[in-house]
T-cell receptor
């Protein structure tokens, strides 16, 4: 049973436009969410995170929105650049649940292509 | 600060053999987690170590084991390798449990 789902395997966006990557989760006990970017032959690179007590977190061109009632989060990249082309993973964890802090549950990723 | 390092980067083994992978976390990081990435299953959690103790374990058979040393370096071991163990094995470290995890480049294991 997939607890974290990224339903779009791929997304293509024009340079300069907004990229919106979506993620849904099923476990209401998740209280910490992260986005990672991964290039081929490299490990995932941490991008941005959000705690369940917030509904928005912003870092430069990257903004993550969390809708707890819908169990949905999204990553907005504005403006998109060709260097953003990579696979983006959504991950969730239960930081405040004893024993599970070090366990990230990942979605299967969305491949973003930003075209010049 | 140096990032997470993993050795070796590539490994080819045959069925039935065993393998040991090594991970050196970022200096000062005390928590190390291991993940397996395959095309079909994505990134799956293997186990987490903190202060030389396994704190959490994913849904993998007992052939997969690990340990952490007093300097926070970690190793994982897979015994009696199967073809399905072919994967990218990723190590991630964080200062404490629950913090953002920083990943190494991974070890690509191929089982023939």
């Amino acid at each position: 049973d997939q607890q974290v789902k990224q339903n779009s395997p791929s997304l293509s966006v024009q340079e300069g436009r907004i990229s919106i990557l979506n993620c849904d989760y099923t476990n209401s006990m998740f209280d910490y969410f992260l986005w990672y970017k991964k290039y081929p032959a490299e490990g995932p690179t941490f991008l941005i995170s959000i705690s369940s007590i917030k509904d928005k977190n912003e870092d430069g061109r990257f903004t993550v929105f969390l809708n707890k009632s819908a169990k949905h989060l999204s990553l907005h990249i504005v403006p998109s650049q060709p260097g953003d082309s990579a696979v983006y993973f959504c991950a969730a964890s239960r930081v405040n649940y004893g024993g599970s802090q070090g366990n990230l549950i990942f979605g299967k990723g969305t491949k973003l292509s930003v075209k010049p | 600060k140096a990032g997470v390092t993993q050795t070796p980067r590539y490994l080819i083994k045959t069925r039935g053999q065993q393998v040991t992978l090594s991970c050196s976390p970022i200096s000062g990081h005390r928590s190390v987690s291991w993940y397996q990435q395959t095309p079909g299953q994505g990134l799956q959690f293997l186990f987490e170590y903190f202060s030389e103790t396994q704190r959490n374990k994913g849904n993998f058979p007992g052939r997969f084991s690990g340990r952490q040393f007093s300097n926070s370096r970690s190793e994982m071991n897979v015994s009696t390798l199967e073809l399905g163990d072919s994967a990218l094995y990723l190590c991630a470290s964080s200062p404490f449990r629950g913090d953002e995890q920083f990943f190494g480049p991974g070890t690509r294991l191929t089982v023939l």
